[in-house]
């Protein structure tokens, strides 16, 4: 079924393009999504390997809590309904570790989202607490945690792991996480990073695993392809990325396989650039992903987009555009 679904799509992109804006206006109309959120990398230093990271090991910090309590304030400030929370793999993080930042972040605000933690950050806890997966979610949960990015997806497909992520959790692995975290009431989003060495049926066993969970579970707030940033990592001696028409073409198919079940693709302007993103809500996408405020991962792999919009920037890139903006917290409520 995947395959015949590949043929037909790439067969004739243009009309790939055309249907999957049709139905991003059927499914959810004219108004375009964005997030006032803060992204905040606690640590650089990790464990693990892959060969697309540019991120790992490179300023070697560690975020104190006094540090992140700082970020916080200042996100608040700011107007952030969100704070995004993720970094390396430090040897020995265990739950407590994750715990100290989730309690750290409640000490300044009892009600911002907590958004954090990546299915391979809450398998390295529960590794080094020797504890059940299930466990430290709840524990989590508990603490303050809100949603989790459903990042460390990369390509879910073994074969491409074995060789971009040789380390990091499996495809099993990942959907073992991404369902137990669904069914103790936690949401995530579900990522997808192409345009290195997988090839299209890769990208769409990858979507068709997305949309199986989501049938399953219902989890899934939104789907967020990003493509591969090849500046100053192993993997980007090989390959050099996507095509900015590829970019379109995987939001598009993106739209059409995950339909009816994931209802919000975002094209993340950071990744793809503005006009690029603003290009991807004529092929499917409805929301632009955050403010951010910072962004290390994307600009030591090569991003020259910025790492911070104001909400007002980000409403003018959404009109100019020819779509109506509606600020909306992590979970897809609008707030306005
Ligand atoms: S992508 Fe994440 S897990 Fe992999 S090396 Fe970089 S920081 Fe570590």
């Known amino acids: 079924m995947a395959m015949l679904a590949l043929d037909n799509l790439l067969k004739n992109p243009y009309e790939t393009l055309r249907y999957a804006d049709e139905l991003r206006r059927k499914f959810v109309g004219d108004t375009v999504t964005f ?12 464990i693990n390997d892959c060969k697309f990271c540019s991120f790992r090991n490179i300023k070697e910090f560690i975020l104190s809590h006094e540090e992140l309590k700082r970020k916080v304030a200042e996100a608040l400030d700011f107007g952030c309904t969100e704070v995004c929370i993720q970094g390396g793999l430090l040897p020995n993080a265990d739950v407590d570790f ?22 391979m950050e809450v398998y390295h806890a529960a590794k080094n607490s020797r504890m059940h997966v299930e466990d430290v979610l709840k524990i989590f949960k508990r603490e303050g945690l809100n949603s989790m990015p459903g990042t460390a997806a990369e390509i879910l497909v073994d074969r491409v792991r074995k060789y971009i992520c040789p380390k990091k959790l499996t495809t099993a692995e990942w959907e073992y996480v991404i369902k137990l975290a669904h069914k103790n009431g936690i949401p995530t989003t579900a990522t997808m990073m192409y345009g290195h060495m997988e090839s299209w049926k890769d990208r769409i066993e990858h979507i068709m695993l997305i949309k199986k969970i989501q049938q399953e579970t219902g989890g899934f707030t939104e789907f967020i392809p990003l493509p591969f940033m090849w500046r100053n ?36 302007w950071v990744k793809l650039g503005i006009k690029l993103a603003q290009a991807a809500l004529y092929a499917g996408a409805n929301d632009l992903g955050g403010t951010l405020m910072e ?7 090569g991003a020259t987009s910025g790492e911070k919009l104001t909400p007002e920037e980000l409403r003018e890139i959404i009109r100019v555009a020819g779509r109506i903006p509606k600020q909306r917290d992590t979970l897809y409520n609008l707030l306005e």
């Open 35 to 46: 997030v006032v959120n803060r992204n905040i990398n606690f640590t650089d230093i990790c």
């Open 98 to 119: 994750y715990v100290g930042i989730l309690q750290a972040v409640r000490d300044v605000s009892k009600s911002i989202h907590i958004h954090a933690f990546s299915p």
């Open 233 to 268: 990592n192993e993997l980007g001696k090989n390959f050099k990325g996507s095509s900015g028409f590829e970019d379109l073409l995987v939001i598009a198919v993106s739209r059409i396989l995950l339909y009816p079940e994931v209802k919000n693709i975002q094209a993340s």
């Open 295 to 301: 962004e290390n991962i994307s600009k030591a792999a």
